[in-house]
């Protein structure tokens, strides 16, 4: 058995655009052979969650930054990187932390917005 580390974090800490283009990649990713969805992202493992998503904190691992991932995502990839999270679900029912900063949408009803 393994020990594993999780980082849960707001979906509110994301910038919009980046929020609003991932959830737009798992509403059109196809779905594997196993029934699994393929998120096409070219920099990161994201796994589609009821109420947000997962992501693999493995690009960190690789080495400099994606020119795709705002500073403020890779800073929390960092983080759980660092701390040896293997993942980061990102809620939209989490509660904001306030050392990280936060993106309100316009479009979404404020019990969405953590």
């Not at 919009?16 to 509403?27: K, P, T």
């Not at 691992?61 to 500073?71: F, H, K, L, R, V």
């Given at each position: 058995m393994r020990h594993a580390t999780l980082f849960v974090c707001s979906t509110a800490h994301l910038p919009?655009?980046?929020?609003?283009?991932?959830?737009?990649?798992?509403?059109v990713a196809p779905r594997g052979p196993d029934g699994r969805v393929e998120v096409g992202h070219l920099d990161l493992v994201i796994e589609p969650y009821a109420y947000g998503f997962f992501v693999h904190t493995s690009v960190v691992?690789?080495?400099?930054?994606?020119?795709?991932?705002?500073?403020e995502f890779w800073a929390i990839l960092s983080a759980a990187f660092d701390r040896d999270a293997s993942w980061v679900l990102f809620d939209r029912d989490e509660p904001t932390c306030?050392?990280?900063?936060?993106?309100?949408?316009?479009?979404?009803?404020e019990e969405h917005q953590s």
């Open positions: 919009v655009a980046e929020r609003r283009h991932i959830d737009h990649l798992i509403a691992g690789c080495g400099g930054e994606a020119p795709d991932i705002s500073q306030s050392e990280l900063p936060i993106f309100a949408d316009p479009d979404q009803p």
